[in-house]
């Protein structure tokens, strides 16, 4: 009789998004007449730059023609062209992933997820706690140890480590998902300086690297020595560039980073992330890899940056109105995300009905994040500015 | 300190195909002036269908568009449109697949590897040897038990169940890779019934399910009737469309398809996939759908049908070459491959490198599926007609 994998039993039945979509899809069909603003999932508005879609269709022509046809990539790891145009993307804020250690893939939540395929199943998780759903469900999945570090309003929501505690695997996100709070180069040191100790790696997300304002924070973890010896970093087009419909990211993992086996052979990550993907990856779409190459060039860069302003834009409207009712926040500067205390002690579901009902805009439940999230709320700016406006208005007159 | 999971290290080095890749490069940064004819590696050669770009590029200008751009699907199981033309497209052949069992995917491979997430350890599984490499590679790194089931001369390549051997899991390709065999329905049936029987699951890859030309023949396990309770089907537009740079397949996983957890609660093997898919997997992207979706177009199969129609006369040339040269083989109506018995009693590997040296004719060693497949070798028809007429020139000189 085939045998399921069980830990999925004593899993949440749905992961946090699908979750929250079933929740909005009820209430939208008992309230026909509601008009909702989205202010949840971490969707973007905001058209893709003109620079990508020109580059997919010049390779939706070249894949109609037999004599520029493209096929399957040799390695599924990505083209060179964008590989070097990503490691060119680095070089442009300082750090230096040569294009050798870049491999492209259809999302950051695809890598996040798989990469546990090359870990054994004796390591202790860290995670802190708020955080993206995916780093634990995919651990929970393979029945995995996960033990949580707090962030929380007493550290600013940027969990730091505890010698006290030993982990083998971190998962790191900054600016963070859902709180926005960024971790400054010397925090970072830290964590990596851990790292180095306990043998232990780190997964870092830079999903929202883009969003950093102030120049002093790190948008790379390779902005810390050493951490090319004990860090993978995943990042994505998504928020960046507005791909969350086109799929592309890249993960990072440097030539350094050599573990040992039990029976202490020293082994490359990269290579047991090749063979991974190897077997169960064929690579990103042409057209979409020559979209993201686009992203990269100077004038994709100037369509984008436009984007990026235009949510800050948002941000500052929702952090300015937060400030006018008094309700505390963290985010929002270098960060799409403002992460904020619920109001008269609500509970953090009670306030995603409570905003859902009464001024109808969807917000997502910090606790869906992790327990330190409970009281707290995710609320993105990742919406157009006139329903960030208006839902900003009903905040106001709802809680003024 | 960080351990990794050991069981890559009892596995070959590298995905098969990406060693292979490996061999030509050196072979022909030797000999630069040779040309070579590449018949290994199955990637297709026609471009895809003027509609599939035609669609892209619509949806390319769409997602440059505030207005019609778009982010995250809501399931990541794929857009209704294009699970609904694929399940017409099932109706096309008279198999009835809602479109509310069809998960649309970035490639068979990928489904085909990370399937393996929602079983537990204590499976056996059952691979036909000679087989696609994915099946074995993805389940070692599982650390999952592996039996084989002989696909040889005696069978005609076609493994039948054997009663007297217990299976929870079966992987079953027909049209096959690498043989070209094609199960008849009756035999598909046998296997149906022994699965039901044994409580286990089919895993069927349907990949070359176009090429099937004699009506009689089914092209998806559903055409059995049990299959339902039994088998996920998996399969792609890379062979049938010409998506093989693309990304774009499906997996079927039926609602009626439910195991028992060892607890004896009925468990619904869809509600594990759609678990493991929404937390490591957003989506295919928007533009490859749209692509799909017009595939399967009246135009589109129109169009398609041109591509394949090249390859079984492609097909024909080589299996007619080799009828001629009396050279053992199977394959190639039914089928893009053809697979040979290798002349003088030459071992797979030895063959290949004959080939390259004497022709530079790249193919694909036999033993690279499996034990059965020593002495055999794997030729396909996606190459271009010129080329296949002059390799098939090639070896009646080298052969005859």
């Not at 390779?59 to 004599?67: P, S, T």
């Not at 706690?129 to 309003?153: C, F, H, K, L, Q």
């Not at 859902?178 to 830079?206: H, M, R």
């Not at 997502?364 to 919406?383: M, P, V």
Request: glycine share 8%.
């Amino acid at each position: 009789m085939v045998k399921i994998n069980e830990n999925f039993l004593s899993m949440k039945k749905n992961y946090l998004f699908i979750d929250i979509a079933k929740r909005i899809k009820a209430f939208s069909e008992a309230n026909p007449d509601k008009t909702l603003i989205r202010m949840g999932i971490g969707d973007v508005t905001q058209p893709i730059a003109p620079v990508a879609v020109e580059a997919m269709k010049k390779a939706a022509d070249e894949m109609g023609n037999a004599e520029t046809f493209r096929g399957y990539e040799d390695s599924g790891a990505g083209y060179d062209f964008l590989r070097e145009a990503v490691s060119g993307y680095y070089k442009s804020f300082g750090v230096d992933v040569p294009a050798s250690d870049i491999r492209i893939n259809d999302g950051a939540k695809s890598d996040c997820g798989n990469i546990v395929d090359i870990f054994g199943d004796g390591n202790t998780i860290l995670v802190t706690d708020p955080a993206y759903p995916v780093y634990v469900d995919s651990n929970m999945m393979a029945g995995r140890e996960v033990i949580y570090a707090d962030s929380d309003e007493s550290n600013g929501f940027a969990a730091m480590p505890d010698y006290s505690v030993h982990a083998d695997i971190i998962y790191l996100c900054s600016p963070n998902n859902p709180t926005g709070s960024v971790y400054t180069k010397d925090q970072l040191k830290e964590w990596v300086d851990y790292a180095l100790k306990n043998e232990a790696i780190i997964i870092f997300d830079s999903a929202y690297e883009a969003f950093i304002q102030d120049k002093e924070l790190p948008r790379s973890i390779y902005a810390v020595e050493g951490a090319k010896k004990c860090a993978i970093e995943m990042c994505s087009l998504s928020k960046t560039a507005g791909f969350t419909g086109m799929r592309c990211g890249y993960t990072v993992v440097p030539d350094e980073l050599v573990v040992k086996s039990s029976a202490g052979a020293e082994v490359k990550i990269a290579d047991l992330w090749n063979r991974r993907e190897g077997s169960k990856f064929n690579g990103v779409s042409y057209p979409v890899q020559r979209a993201a190459e686009a992203v990269f060039t100077e004038e994709g860069q100037k369509q984008i940056r436009k984007a990026i302003d235009y949510y800050h834009r948002n941000a500052k409207v929702m952090t300015d109105t937060l400030t006018e009712l008094g309700i505390k926040f963290t985010g929002g500067l270098n960060s799409p995300y403002v992460w904020l205390k619920c109001p008269d002690n609500m509970g953090s579901w009670e306030f995603f009905d409570y905003i859902l009902e009464k001024i109808n805009v969807v917000g997502t439940s910090g606790e869906g994040f992790g327990k330190n999230g409970a009281g707290w709320f995710r609320l993105t700016a990742f919406g157009t500015y006139e329903n960030t406006v208006e839902a900003m208005r009903r905040m106001k007159e709802l809680f003024k």
